[in-house]
């Protein structure tokens, strides 16, 4: 599918992206070499005032101004003081929208992904992770804005059948009235060996 068409699909909100996106292709060439996931796990996040778990709920900042921008684009952020992570941004420019990838499998690359991921103790574990996905990859925080239909990155979209994709609570997330019931959008295809643990929320806010 040609890129322009692949961003198309990018400017729906992050809910509906999100599914579309498993068993999509993220490839990222660094100087030591390439790197392909397979999507296996994602997460939505929309923008501001409707969802409380999202970084963008109460409006842009110089953190969030990439969520804020065209769809395709890297959003990262850093977690717990020690840990990026990754979103795809979606919508059109001016309204804010992402998908964290939470997990995948390494289908090209793999001897790379295995140094840069020196305590996965066998392939599965490579990307199983939001924090293990962006190592996998080579992506750094710097890397923040850069446009994933354009290199050094890659996105191929495969979507799979909709019957093999499953839906709950995102991971981790505490939100207003009860993050699973409001929010079931944590994807993933179901049985999967690569999909990270399920984890409740606790009593705070966090965002993807």
């Given at each position: 599918?040609?890129?322009?068409?692949?961003?198309?699909?990018?400017?729906?909100?992050?809910?509906?992206?999100?599914?579309?996106?498993?068993?999509a292709?993220?490839?990222?060439?660094?100087?030591d070499?390439?790197?392909?996931?397979?999507?296996?796990?994602?997460?939505?996040?929309?923008?501001?005032?409707?969802?409380?778990?999202?970084?963008?709920?109460?409006?842009?900042?110089?953190?969030?101004?990439?969520?804020?921008?065209?769809?395709?684009?890297?959003?990262?952020?850093?977690?717990?003081?020690?840990h990026?992570?990754?979103?795809?941004?979606?919508?059109?420019?001016?309204?804010?929208?992402?998908?964290?990838?939470?997990?995948?499998?390494?289908?090209?690359?793999?001897?790379?992904?295995?140094?840069?991921?020196?305590?996965?103790?066998?392939?599965?574990?490579?990307?199983?992770g939001?924090?293990?996905?962006?190592?996998?990859?080579?992506?750094?925080?710097?890397?923040?804005?850069?446009?994933?239909?354009?290199?050094?990155?890659?996105?191929?979209?495969?979507?799979?059948?909709?019957?093999?994709?499953?839906?709950?609570?995102?991971?981790?997330?505490?939100?207003?009235?009860?993050?699973?019931?409001?929010?079931?959008?944590?994807?993933?295809?179901?049985?999967d060996?690569?999909?990270?643990?399920?984890?409740?929320?606790?009593?705070?806010?966090?965002?993807?």
């Amino acid at each position: 599918m040609p890129a322009d068409a692949d961003r198309r699909l990018l400017e729906a909100p992050a809910h509906v992206v999100a599914p579309l996106l498993l068993g999509a292709v993220l490839t990222h060439v660094t100087p030591d070499g390439a790197v392909a996931v397979r999507l296996t796990e994602v997460e939505a996040y929309e923008g501001e005032g409707q969802d409380p778990g999202s970084h963008a709920h109460r409006g842009r900042t110089p953190r969030t101004a990439v969520m804020f921008g065209d769809p395709g684009h890297l959003y990262t952020y850093f977690t717990y003081g020690m840990h990026t992570c990754a979103n795809i941004t979606c919508l059109p420019s001016g309204r804010a929208s992402a998908v964290l990838l939470r997990a995948g499998e390494v289908v090209a690359g793999e001897a790379l992904a295995q140094r840069r991921r020196t305590t996965a103790k066998r392939a599965a574990e490579l990307a199983r992770g939001p924090a293990r996905l962006v190592v996998a990859l080579g992506i750094v925080l710097a890397d923040g804005g850069s446009d994933v239909l354009t290199p050094p990155f890659g996105l191929r979209l495969a979507p799979v059948a909709p019957e093999a994709v499953s839906a709950g609570p995102r991971v981790g997330v505490s939100g207003e009235g009860g993050d699973g019931d409001r929010f079931p959008w944590r994807f993933w295809i179901t049985g999967d060996p690569t999909v990270s643990p399920y984890r409740p929320g606790k009593a705070r806010l966090r965002s993807g």
